[in-house]
Nanobody, 117 residues
């Protein structure tokens, strides 16, 4: 299992930027896949971005070109840099990890991101 703690959410105006952090209990390079998901009110949780083995990244079409996922192995931390934020990006953002291919999913507690003028 991987323990995950998110931070960095908040209120931002449309067009603004915000950075989320996810502190993990293991080095990112030891974790098969990590990522960010989000859940807006009344909607299902959806994938935002993933990083496999600390290298390969994948993004939802809705955030490509605006969000960047990255990791700092020395600090056991995953980041999500969010630029050009839109009101539709408003959601609770969750950090996710699977230690290996057959492991169950681990989730952080979530952090609220609100994009509003």
């Amino acid at each position: 299992q991987v323990q995950l703690v998110e931070s960095g959410g908040g209120l931002v105006q449309p067009g603004g930027s915000l950075s989320l952090s996810c502190a993990a209990s293991l080095r990112i390079s030891q974790i098969y896949i990590m990522g960010w998901y989000r859940q807006a009110p009344g909607k299902q949780r959806e994938l935002v971005a993933t990083m496999t083995r600390g290298v390969t990244t994948n993004y939802a079409d809705s955030v490509k070109g605006r969000f960047t996922i990255s990791g700092d192995n020395a600090k056991n931390t995953l980041f999500l840099q969010m630029n050009s934020l839109k009101p539709e990006d408003t959601a609770v953002y969750y950090c996710h990890a699977r230690l290996h291919v057959f492991a169950s999913s681990d989730w952080g507690q979530g952090t609220q991101v609100t994009v509003s003028s």
